[in-house]
């Protein structure tokens, strides 16, 4: 990114947190906000039509949520890179948005003094956690290596089978996956067998119970 060009769009339903947080966003002068937002519905047709590098998305918000305007991001593979705010210290929380695939993680307490670190690691290519969380991506860390331990054959799936195991986790049927790869949902089929193969998993159900279970460690 050159100076001047890192386009922000923020979304919270809190007017005041959002005038704050914009003057310390402006204060640097490579950093641009081009627009607010209320709601997630709100963001994402934002997001559609003027296309910013970033979205600094408040994970609770009345009616369509940062979750939601993230999961649309996703299926519409909008090219914007999405950083959570949220009040609440939560593991499960914080698991959910990085299965999400998002880019950043701020606490509001400190989103004063994180906000335009996370903006420019994040519109670099780079993730930011605020640091307090360290310790919940050190437990992510430790679950996925006790999880390869335990199924040695998650480290022969291929890129696609990995994503569609992630996509399975999100509870899509084959024809969703094959509609989202953009491959015949019988190709999908196929991956389905040999991840189940790899895995040692037997049984109709096997399959989407391991992907359940373990959606914060693949």
Not at 200 to 215: D, I, M, T, Y
């Amino acid at each position: 990114m050159t100076k001047a060009n890192i386009r922000i769009l923020i979304a919270d339903d809190h007017p005041v947190f959002r005038k704050g947080l914009r003057q310390v966003i402006e204060a640097e002068s490579d950093l641009l906000v081009i627009g607010e937002a209320t709601d997630g519905d709100a963001a994402l047709a934002f997001v559609r039509q003027e296309k910013p590098d970033v979205a600094v998305v408040d994970v609770h918000m009345p009616g369509s949520g940062g979750f939601d305007f993230l999961r649309a991001i996703k299926k519409e593979k909008l090219a914007v890179a999405v950083i959570f705010l949220t009040m609440f210290n939560d593991e499960t929380m914080f698991n959910t948005a990085m299965d999400l695939g998002a880019k950043g993680y701020v606490l509001k307490e400190s989103a004063a003094s994180d906000i335009t670190a996370s903006i420019r690691s994040v519109a670099a290519g780079r993730p930011y956690i605020s640091p307090q969380l360290s310790g919940f991506l050190l437990n992510r860390s430790q679950h996925a290596a006790q999880l390869v331990e335990q199924h040695p054959g998650l480290n022969s799936l291929t890129p696609t089978e990995r994503r569609i195991l992630k996509l399975i986790a999100d509870y899509q049927s084959s024809k969703e996956i094959a509609a989202e790869l953009h491959i015949h949902y019988r190709t999908v089929d196929n991956h389905r067998s040999n991840i189940c193969q790899k895995l040692n998993l037997h049984g109709s159900n096997a399959l989407l119970k391991f992907a359940v279970e373990n959606r914060s460690k693949i």
